[in-house]
C-alpha cells in the first residue's frame, strides 16, 4: 500500500462522535500526519494499519473531538496553582485558618495569595476586610481574590504598599470599599479600576516563572481533553511565551490569545496607540498559536454586583453595577478595531452592558462591516430579543460559561431574584435564535474542565443549594458538546480545521471512559478523561486503562 495511506494510529471499536454537519456516530478512526486520514466502520479502517501504526481497540468506548474552550485565562489559572485554593470554604474564620497556616510557611514580607472566596458561602455573608486579615497576618503582604475576579481583599501592609488611605479618590471604574463611618479603606478592592492601584505592586513571576506556570496548566488542559483554548487576555509578553514554548515542541494545547486592551483603566489615546501598535492582527499565526480579538472589558461580574444591568439589583434598588469603560471611548475603540480588520469580544455581563456593546459595535459597523469578523460578546447573561435581532444582524457570536449558572446560582438569585435568574445564560434561547454560542470556563474564575460546563449546560443545578434554577433553559447534552468543540472553533474561525473529527481536519480528540450521550445527565462531570490526541499526538493518556 503506498505509504500517504497507512496511517500513524487508529483507534478501533469504539462510539466515535464525529459532530460533522449529521452528527454522525461511527466506529472507527485513522489518523495520519496530525490529521484524520478516514473515519468510519472497523474495516473501512482496518486497511490503513501498516506496520508501524499505533492500534487501539477501545472495547466501545466513547470518543468525541477535543474540547475547545472558547473564553479561558491560561496565565492566571496556570498562577493559582501555587496560591492558597479558598473555593467553598464556609467562613472568614476558615479563611483566616488558611492564611494562618501558609503565613507559617512563608518568610517575611513575601506574599500570602489566594483565590476563590465568595461570601455567598460564608455564615457571614461579608466580604473578608483587611481587619479580619491584619488577624492573622502583620509582616507578610496578603491578597484574596474573589472568586469570578472584579473583587478582592487585601491586608493592611498591602494598602500601606500602595498608598491607598483614607483620603485615596475613588478610582476611576473601580470602587475602594471603605468603613461606613470613619471612611477608612476595608481592604476590600471592586472593579479594574480599584484592581489597578495595587496591580503595580503585587508580586509578578518572572518570565521563566510564568513560562513553568503556562507549561504546567497546558498539561492540565490535556488531562480535562481540552484540545484548543481561546485566551481571552494576553499581552505581548504572554505571546512571546506561549512562541518559546511552541517552539520548544512543548504545547500540548492550541492557543488563540486575544489581545487585551486596557480600555477604562489607561488613557483613549493609549489605547488607540496600543491597537496602531499592533502590526499583525486577528487570524495572524498558525494552527498551534494564532492571534485572536481585541478584549476590552466593560462592567464586572454578578457576584460582586458589579455587572451593569438595565434594571437595578433586586436586594440593592440603588445598584445598577458598574460600567468600566466611558461608552465614547467604546466606541472610538471599536471603531479603530473596524478599521484595522480586528475581531472585537466585550466583557458585558449585565444587559445595559451587553446593550452599550451592541450599540458600540454597530457604530463601528457603520464605518467599516463587521459582519463577517464575529465580534464576541463575553458572558452576556441577560440579552433580550434586540440582542438577539443585532446578533443576527450582525453575525455576533456568544462566548459563553454553563458552569457559572453552577457555581454562582446563589448570586443570580440574590442579586436579580428567581424569575430574572432562571432567564439568565439563556443557552436555549441563544440556539434557537441560531447564534453561535462557544462554551467555555473563563478560568480561573470558575473550574476548566469540559465535562463539568456540559453538565452545568444540561442540567443548571446551583451548587450551594442543588436546586435546578431555568430548567427550562437546559440544552441537550449533544447541543452542549457540540458548543464544547465546535461552535467554540467557530468563535475563532477554525470551524472547518477543528470541533469535530472529520477527514482533513485536525486530529484533536479525546477517549472518554464513559458514553456521555446515554449515561444519566447528573454523572456527566464524573466520566474519566483515559486519553486526549491533540495533533495526532497523545497528549495525555490514562495507563491504567488503555
Ligand atoms: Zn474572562
Known amino acids: 500500500m503506498p505509504d500517504g495511506f497507512v496511517a500513524d494510529m487508529v483507534l478501533l471499536d469504539g462510539k466515535i462522535v464525529t459532530i460533522d454537519g449529521a452528527f454522525s456516530i461511527t466506529q472507527a478512526v485513522a489518523i495520519k500526519d496530525g490529521r484524520f486520514l478516514a473515519v468510519g466502520k472497523d474495516r473501512d479502517i482496518q486497511p490503513l494499519i501498516g506496520k508501524h501504526t499505533r492500534v487501539f481497540s477501545l472495547s466501545g468506548k466513547t470518543v468525541v473531538p477535543g474540547f475547545v474552550d472558547s473564553h479561558i ?74 472568586a469570578y475576579g472584579h473583587i478582592e481583599t487585601v491586608n493592611s501592609k498591602v494598602l500601606k504598599m500602595a498608598g491607598i488611605t483614607r483620603s485615596t479618590p475613588e478610582p476611576a471604574g473601580g470602587k475602594i470599599l471603605r468603613d461606613f463611618k470613619t471612611g477608612e479603606p476595608s481592604g476590600v478592592l471592586s472593579g479594574q479600576g480599584a484592581l489597578k492601584l495595587i496591580e503595580k505592586i503585587l508580586s509578578y513571576p518572572s518570565l521563566k516563572e510564568q513560562k513553568e506556570v503556562i507549561r504546567a496548566i497546558t498539561r492540565k488542559f490535556s488531562a480535562a481533553g481540552i484540545t484548543s483554548v481561546c485566551d481571552g ?152 430579543e434586540r440582542t438577539f435581532a443585532a446578533c443576527r444582524r450582525l453575525g455576533i457570536v456568544v462566548a459563553a460559561q454553563p458552569v457559572f449558572m453552577h457555581l454562582m446560582g446563589h448570586s443570580f438569585l440574590s442579586g436579580w431574584g428567581r424569575k430574572r435568574a432562571s432567564c439568565a445564560c439563556p443557552l436555549k434561547g441563544w440556539l434557537s435564535q441560531k447564534i453561535h454560542i462557544g462554551g467555555g470556563s473563563d478560568s480561573p474564575m470558575t473550574t476548566y474542565e469540559p465535562l463539568v460546563g456540559i453538565w452545568a449546560a444540561v442540567n443548571r443545578r446551583v451548587e450551594l443549594t442543588g436546586m435546578q434554577l431555568g430548567g427550562e433553559q437546559c440544552i441537550p447534552v449533544r447541543e452542549a458538546l457540540r458548543m464544547f468543540t465546535k461552535e467554540s472553533a467557530y468563535l475563532t474561525f477554525d470551524e472547518d480545521t477543528k470541533g469535530s473529527i472529520e477527514p482533513g481536519k485536525l486530529a484533536d480528540l479525546v477517549v472518554l471512559g464513559e458514553d456521555i450521550l446515554s449515561i444519566p445527565k447528573m454523572s456527566i462531570r464524573d466520566v474519566p478523561i483515559l486519553m486526549t490526541v491533540m495533533d495526532g499526538r497523545i497528549v495525555y493518556e490514562d495507563k491504567a486503562v488503555l
Open 233 to 384: 487576555w494576553c499581552y505581548p509578553q504572554d505571546f512571546r511565551i506561549f512562541q518559546e514554548i511552541k517552539e520548544a515542541g512543548d504545547l500540548t494545547v492550541r492557543i488563540c490569545g486575544m489581545v487585551k486592551v486596557d480600555a477604562g483603566v489607561k488613557p483613549l489615546k493609549d489605547c488607540l496607540a496600543d491597537i496602531e501598535g499592533w502590526g499583525p492582527y486577528t487570524g495572524f499565526g498558525d494552527h498551534m498559536l494564532k492571534i485572536g480579538g481585541i478584549k476590552l472589558v466593560l462592567d464586572g461580574g454578578i457576584g460582586g454586583k458589579t455587572a451593569l444591568t438595565r434594571t437595578p439589583y433586586a436586594d440593592d434598588s440603588a445598584n445598577f453595577g458598574l460600567q468600566v469603560i466611558p461608552t465614547s471611548e467604546l466606541i472610538e475603540i471599536c471603531k479603530l478595531a473596524a478599521r484595522n480588520n480586528w475581531q472585537v469580544g466585550v466583557h458585558c455581563c449585565g444587559g445595559r452592558a451587553v446593550d452599550l456593546t451592541l450599540e458600540a459595535y454597530q457604530e463601528a459597523h457603520t464605518e467599516k462591516s463587521i459582519k463577517n469578523r464575529r465580534w464576541v460578546l463575553i458572558h452576556a447573561y441577560e440579552p433580550n
Open 73 to 146: 485565562h491560561m496565565r492566571w489559572t496556570g498562577l493559582n496553582l501555587n496560591k492558597i485554593n479558598l473555593r467553598g470554604i464556609s467562613s472568614i474564620d476558615g479563611i483566616l485558618e488558611a492564611i494562618e497556616e501558609k503565613v507559617l510557611h512563608t518568610p517575611e514580607d513575601q506574599w500570602v495569595q489566594g483565590f476563590g472566596w465568595d461570601e455567598g458561602y460564608f455564615r457571614e455573608k461579608r466580604y473578608p476586610t483587611r481587619w479580619d486579615l491584619d488577624k492573622v497576618s502583620g509582616e507578610h503582604p496578603v491578597h484574596l481574590a474573589r
